[in-house]
């Protein structure tokens, strides 16, 4: 099992930008695909971003293609989320999830997840 934390969420400004963190520890950090899925109140939980163990696969919602970029450091046990350009329908509890033989899911390992609220 892995353990899952995530970071850097909060208020800002449309338009604005923010970099969520998700460090974890447990199994092997390199050896599987890592995700970003969130939840805004009152919908499903919806795919934001993945990628592979190594850094050459990356996928992403249409949403947010263009405006997030994924990213990981297996020296750091630790996967982000870069969001740029943030829109009011970005808001939502963003969480990032672990251990996947596919980079949609589904995947074992979930935290607990980060509040991102964009105001307009």
């Known amino acids: 099992q892995v353990q899952l934390v995530e970071s850097g969420g909060g208020l800002v400004q449309a338009g604005d930008s923010l970099r969520l963190s998700c460090a974890a520890s447990g199994r092997t950090f390199s050896s599987y695909p890592m995700g970003w899925f969130r939840q805004a109140p009152g919908k499903d939980r919806e795919f934001v971003a993945a990628i592979n163990w190594s850094s050459t696969r990356r996928t992403y919602a249409d949403s947010v293609k263009g405006r997030f970029t994924i990213s990981r450091d297996n020296a750091k046990n630790t996967v982000y989320l870069q969001m740029n350009t943030l829109k009011p329908e970005d808001t939502a509890v963003y969480c990032c999830?672990?251990?996947?033989?596919?980079?949609?899911?589904?995947?074992?390992?979930w935290g607990q997840g980060t509040q991102v609220t964009v105001s307009s």
């Open positions: 999830a672990a251990e996947s033989k596919d980079l949609v899911g589904p995947y074992e390992s």
